[in-house]
């Protein structure tokens, strides 16, 4: 057995140690405002329920290990004192994890997710429309756990409201596993869905990917792609040019034959099947051809 003094590693390697071994975990989905009202939404995976009378959540946004500073979602907390707590559920997944990208402060990021806000009733931040469960709480207390890059910060949050879509609801009114289809995470890529184990979701970019917002609107509004679709569209740090879309296109004579059907939604079953085999630049390319041709 290989046994490890935790001094004895740098705190990237003791992390992944921890987040690989206590496994799978659920995601906090955090909603956050700053003090000027200016929305902030950011996944944890350090997180639980610690309690159900009074009803209280535990998440905590570590401080980065690469410089010790701290995430705009705990200054958010400190400032305000409230924050809506959103499940993840596998059709949700890649936008939540393209919300994970650092952009910079005041970017929003339910804007670059795809994700909707709506009001909550009795707290400020918003909550995740597609998410199939939400809680608005208050934080009733914060806990630094220490100053170096790594560290936890608790923020002990009290449910003060809850909502629920009803879809994933059983006939005794009772939330069904296998219908919310909730996600949890692991070490690396890995998570874990209720309804069928392992999957990877590649990390975003450590540069800024463009966001669903930038992808154009006959992509977003198309009936072929969902959520996820979009979120990985979401998560690339450039688009293609017409040089590389060319050579693509010139090369892989099933896109040439979509292309030439002048049938759009053949063109977006093309992209979509890209999508689902982990290549979206061969989707971004497929989608951007005609417009480029």
């Not at 949050?157 to 059983?170: G, S, T």
């Not at 004579?253 to 977006?268: C, I, M, Y």
Request: hydrophobic share 40%; aromatic share 6%; glycine share 6%.
């Amino acid at each position: 057995m290989l046994t490890i003094d935790p001094k004895s590693l740098s705190p990237m390697q003791l992390q992944g140690y921890l987040q690989s071994a206590i496994a799978p975990r659920p995601i906090a989905f955090a909603s956050t405002v700053d003090k000027n009202g200016k929305p902030n939404l950011s996944p944890f995976s350090f997180f639980n329920i610690f309690s159900a009378n009074p009803p209280i959540l535990v998440f905590s946004p570590a401080r980065r290990v690469r410089d010790n500073s701290i995430k705009h979602t705990l200054i958010n907390c400190q400032d305000t004192r409230e924050v809506v707590i959103n499940v993840v559920n596998y059709d949700i997944v890649q936008q939540m994890s393209l919300s994970s990208t650092e952009y910079a402060e005041g970017v929003n990021e339910f804007a670059k997710s795809g994700l909707t806000p709506v009001p909550s009733h009795l707290v400020k931040p918003y909550r995740v429309q597609e998410s199939p469960v939400q809680f608005e709480c208050k934080v009733n207390d914060i806990i630094a756990l220490g100053t170096e890059g790594g560290a936890g910060n608790l923020i002990i949050c009290e449910v003060v409201k809850i909502h629920i879509n009803e879809a994933v609801l059983d006939e005794k009114g009772t939330i069904d596993p296998e219908k919310i289809d909730l996600v949890s995470r692991l070490g690396g890529n890995w998570y874990s869905r209720a309804k069928a184990g392992l999957f990877e979701v590649e990390k975003p970019l450590a540069t800024l990917g463009i966001g669903v917002d930038a992808i154009p609107t006959f992509i977003r509004e198309s009936a072929v792609f969902n959520g996820n679709d979009l979120g990985k569209l979401g998560n690339v740090e450039a688009l293609p040019t017409a040089a590389e879309i060319a050579i693509f296109v010139n090369a892989n004579v099933q896109v040439k034959a979509a292309l030439s059907s002048a049938d759009e939604q053949k063109v977006h079953e093309k992209a979509k099947a890209f999508l689902d085999a982990g290549e979206v630049l061969s989707a971004w390319k497929t989608l951007l051809a005609e417009r480029v041709g």
